[in-house]
């Protein structure tokens, strides 16, 4: 197996080579796909538990429960892409499959139908991630891989951004109902599809040293770095609350349920504005720093939500949480293309992805059981505690030559 590339030295501005063409389109794809999901996302928490009156614990294990399907397949379609050679039509699956199933978040009329609909939606999320990764570091030149998986972050996050304010904006509408906008969803999800379908290249195979990719049973050949990386990630995943958590924060504060994707919103501005300048930082300082610097942020952003008495101070927070994703996500993604062997990206990729799933549905369900239990309040400052702590090991496993 190779060895993983040595971290590139930082480049003068006048000698970056420019972005390749498919992580634009892969930026342009995943913007579509998520307007559609953070559409229906955004108003799921406002359907399961304001209208159909199910409880914070049915959430989080729906959250946490659908991840939790997808995350085998996060490994396995990093892997097959390795084996195969084959990326874009794992990429295409993915997209193609979470396409296809925004119709039944239109019909469903009560929660089965919802956790089909999400599970086979997460599923293909599960598919495409490791392999569009590990397409991105094919074709990136190491010394500007954190630009490149900054900018498809921030065109994702703009999604993520327009697609709660569609929902805001179409409920507005006399009549609208929450199924009306989950029919409109399905739109940009189809469009985004057919871009990948049409835009992107399959990249001619990376050169082999003669021995073939690991198998699942072979994973502890990656190398410690790679496994460093995919310690943290799972660590940072497990200690903070996700999505749906802070928009229904946002409600019991006593934002109106109509525009509690508003939170999302927020959330969305504040990491697709900071993921690209955050990218570029990561191609110039030490990950772990960065690392710990997104852990603070993280902390500062569950204090903020604890302390909340009203809607305002909540989505202050719910912006810390936004600049915390972009401090890390893309950080993440680069730390791994540089790590990773390079005739096993997508199976390092998969592991990634597969770690921070496992640990979402971990941090789902705690969170669904500590607000149940203990309030909102008192979840959110425990996961303030949490932040910090992670700190302290971000710094401890970062010692990395790579990093």
């Not at 049973?217 to 460093?228: Q, T």
């Not at 993921?275 to 990950?287: E, N």
């Not at 921070?356 to 941090?363: C, D, E, L, R």
Request: charged residues 15%; hydrophobic residues 55%; positive net charge.
């Amino acid at each position: 197996m190779s060895t993983a590339e040595p971290a590139a030295e930082p480049s003068s501005p006048k000698r970056r080579p420019p972005l390749p063409r498919a992580v634009w389109v892969f930026g342009v794809v995943s913007l579509g796909m998520d307007v559609s999901s953070e559409m229906i996302h955004a108003l799921l928490p406002a359907l399961v538990v304001v209208q159909w009156g199910a409880s914070t614990v049915v959430l989080g294990l729906l959250e946490g429960g659908s991840e939790a399907l997808a995350s085998f397949l996060k490994i396995a379609s990093g892997t097959w892409s390795d084996r195969s050679g084959r990326r874009k039509r794992l990429a295409v699956l993915g997209y193609g499959l979470s396409a296809l199933v925004k119709p039944l978040f239109a019909v469903a009329t009560a929660l089965p139908g919802i956790v089909v609909a999400r599970v086979v939606d997460r599923v293909g999320k599960g598919i495409r991630g490791a392999p569009r990764d590990a397409m991105i570091a094919d074709v990136t030149p190491p010394e500007i891989r954190g630009a490149a998986y900054g900018l498809r972050q921030a065109l994702d996050t703009i999604g993520a951004l327009l697609g709660p304010l569609l929902a805001v904006a179409w409920l507005w509408r006399e009549g609208a109902t929450i199924q009306s906008v989950f029919v409109l969803a399905i739109v940009p999800a189809w469009i985004a599809v057919a871009l990948l379908v049409i835009g992107v290249r399959e990249p001619p195979a990376s050169p082999r040293t003669g021995k073939p990719p690991p198998a699942l049973r072979e994973l502890s050949r990656l190398g410690a770095g790679v496994w460093r990386v995919v310690t943290l990630a799972a660590a940072l995943a497990m200690v903070r609350a996700t999505e749906a958590f802070w928009v229904l924060a946002a409600i019991d504060r006593g934002l109106d349920g109509r525009l509690s994707p508003l939170a999302l919103a927020v959330m969305s501005a504040c990491y697709a504005a900071a993921s690209y300048p955050a990218g570029r930082w990561a191609d110039r300082v030490a990950h772990p720093r960065m690392l710990a610097i997104a852990c603070v942020v993280l902390a500062v952003a569950h204090t903020t939500v604890a302390l909340a008495a009203g809607p305002g101070l909540t989505l202050v927070g719910v912006a810390f949480f936004g600049l915390h994703l972009a401090l890390s996500q893309g950080l993440l993604s680069a730390w791994m293309a540089n790590v990773a062997p390079t005739t096993a990206r997508g199976t390092a990729f998969g592991m990634l992805h597969f770690a921070t799933g496992v640990a979402t549905v971990a941090s789902g369900a705690l969170v669904g059981l500590a607000w149940h239990a203990l309030g909102a309040t008192v979840t959110f400052a425990i996961g303030a505690t949490a932040a910090v702590g992670l700190v302290a090991l971000v710094l401890a496993l970062g010692r990395d030559p790579q990093a």
